[in-house]
């Protein structure tokens, strides 16, 4: 089966890289795999397009691929134990590069069984290696792209702010594109200048990014809005409600949020607050306490998540995870809700919501937003505070109300938008002044 591309088409950008030069080095590049005998490389690219190029090569060599998630220690010696050598940029300039190449015909076998694996920390903190064959990743692509219902387009440019060594990269920033017929932005662009900068070089993009990013886009830009952004994709963790409605309000483009992990791959979508809706080709349901599971083709079996949700019709709403349903007093309480509801306040930017390390009770550990830091100055803690409780109480009842307070002006998320629960627990038994932190 070939890609959406034509010979001329372009894969890449910034420098312009032609479908068929790919094509011919994704040859050169399989055929020196070859007759090295190579079974397993590891990746480390900077340049996306690189990265789907070797890519490709490995898929049609059958090469293993390993995808640490940094360079640590650990994560060395985990590719040192496990592939014949580590693929990077420096490398790809050479390799394969003397190679005659009689074809440049690239045809792509989508039942390969070719294993990307995946090394993720795992929900419980310990490493887990996640494996996925190239035909399970093009199964999930058509499904991403189905459910998007986003036009193949050669003149549309995938933007993003997330890693390639990720699941939630490797999907949208290389598979979809390719699935697609997109250019591919070369570069990580962790901030939304870089975004901004790299949508203004090109006809129209998409941007692929996290709530991390996102809540700090500045709407009034007018560099933002001289892009012509087809879509705007989040995932990693839920966008803020605010944040998504007033990207909806000042951005004419669409707002869409992704919902799954490296163990399911994607689930769901939504361009709305509220429902989710799975992708045309996922199952799902309910354990007995109420948690998701799912069953999807590039699934080996079903999957059992740790999410809570409410199934509306083909629907869902999600209601955050088992163990961020907590039981104060008899009541049962989502962490989740409360961190959405506290969001809609103009004061508060971010929000996390955990039980007290010390204390059976709700703790709010909230970045305000400079509107809720001038406030905070002008009226005082308590005042912020009682404000906080008093609103928040027009949705949740009395033993959902946070009893414990800190403020900051940034949450210390890590690239995965998550808090670490030893963060959470420092700060509250810490009673240092917050004048220092707003």
């Known amino acids: 089966m070939n890609l959406p591309f034509q010979a001329t088409s372009l894969i890449a950008r910034n ?8 094509a011919h080095r994704c040859r050169q590049i399989s055929q020196q795999l070859r007759q090295e005998h190579i079974q397993t490389v590891a990746f480390w690219f900077d340049d996306a397009a690189y990265f789907a190029c070797a890519m490709l090569a ?131 662009l962790p901030y939304p200048e870089y975004l901004i900068a790299e949508s203004l070089s090109v006809p129209r993009s998409i ?53 799954g992990s490296t163990e399911t791959g994607v689930i769901a979508f939504r361009e709305q607050p509220g429902l989710w809706t799975p992708t045309p080709v996922t199952r799902l349901g309910v ?22 949700v409410e199934i509306s019709g083909a629907q869902f709403h999600l209601l955050g995870r088992i163990d961020r349903i907590v039981k104060f007093g008899d009541k049962r309480i989502s962490l989740v809700k409360i961190e959405q509801d506290i969001l809609k306040h103009p004061w508060v930017l971010d929000a996390y919501v955990a039980q007290h390390p010390k204390y059976p009770r709700p703790a709010a550990w909230l970045a305000l937003s400079e509107e809720g830091i001038s406030a905070y100055r002008r009226i005082g803690r308590q005042a912020i505070v009682q404000r906080l409780r008093r609103d928040l109480s027009e949705s949740q009842e009395h033993s959902a109300l946070p009893r414990y307070w800190r403020f900051t002006r940034a949450l210390p998320r890590n690239s995965q938008s998550k808090i670490s629960r030893a963060d959470f627990e420092q700060i509250f038994l810490n009673q240092k002044d917050e004048s220092f932190y707003v």
């Not at 420098?15 to 790919?22: A, I, R, Y």
């Open 15 to 22: 420098p312009q890289w032609t479908w068929q030069d790919f």
């Open 287 to 308: 354990n007995e306490q109420g948690a998701l599971w799912v069953e999807s083709p590039w699934l080996e079996q079903r999957e059992q998540t740790a999410d809570a």
């Open 207 to 259: 941007w692929i990014s996290s709530p991390a990013l996102l809540t700090h886009l500045n709407l009034s830009d007018p560099a933002l809005h001289r892009c012509q952004i087809v879509a705007i994709l989040s995932s990693g963790g839920m966008l803020p409600e605010t944040t998504a409605k007033a990207m909806r309000a000042q951005l004419n483009t669409k707002i869409i949020e992704g919902y």
């Open 58 to 188: 490995c898929f049609e060599a059958d090469v293993k691929i390993l995808l640490p998630p940094n360079l640590l220690e650990e994560n060395r010696r985990w590719v040192e134990e496990n592939a014949d050598f580590l693929f990077d940029d420096a490398l790809f300039e050479t390799y394969g590069i003397t190679q005659t190449v009689a074809n440049s015909e690239l045809s792509i076998d989508k039942t390969s069984q070719t294993e990307i694996w995946l090394k993720t920390s795992g929900s419980s903190g310990q490493p887990k290696i996640m494996k996925k064959t190239a035909e399970k990743m093009w199964q999930e692509s058509d499904a991403i792209s189905r459910s998007l219902a986003i036009p193949s387009d050669n003149n549309i440019h995938v933007v993003s702010s997330v890693s390639t060594q990720h699941h939630y990269g490797l999907s949208y920033r290389v598979m979809l594109p390719l699935t697609m017929g997109w250019s591919i932005a070369r570069k990580q």
